[in-house]
């Protein structure tokens, strides 16, 4: 199993989602982060004053799956999330050594 991490630009994640749906992912956790990288921050002017906001709002998807199916996932992610403009974000991949449904008390890949 390996845990798929992504981080993407907020307004791409109803077509990744739907993107990840189709190709049959059946659960995911979202998180509102913020971050910079090279898309550095930008500027804002509050009352007149001018400042600089170095994060930059961005949404964290992390999804649990079977090590058969990485590359379809990781996939889908990058075509939906795509934009082709600075700051479109990153995947990456880890191992999971463990998973537990707590509800059922079901492990390893059938917890996912």
Known sequence: MRLITAVIK?????????ALVKVGVQ??????VKGFGRQGGHTETYRGAEYRVDFVPKIKL????????????????RDAAQTGVI???????TPVES???IRTGDVGSAAI
């Open 87 to 93: 700051g479109d974000g990153k995947i990456w991949v």
């Open 62 to 77: 992390e999804i649990v799956a079977d090590d058969t199916r990485i590359d379809e996932i990781t996939m889908a992610i």
């Open 99 to 101: 998973l537990v449904r």
């Open 10 to 18: 907020p307004h791409r994640l109803d077509d990744v989602k739907e």
């Open 27 to 32: 659960a995911l956790t979202v998180t509102e």
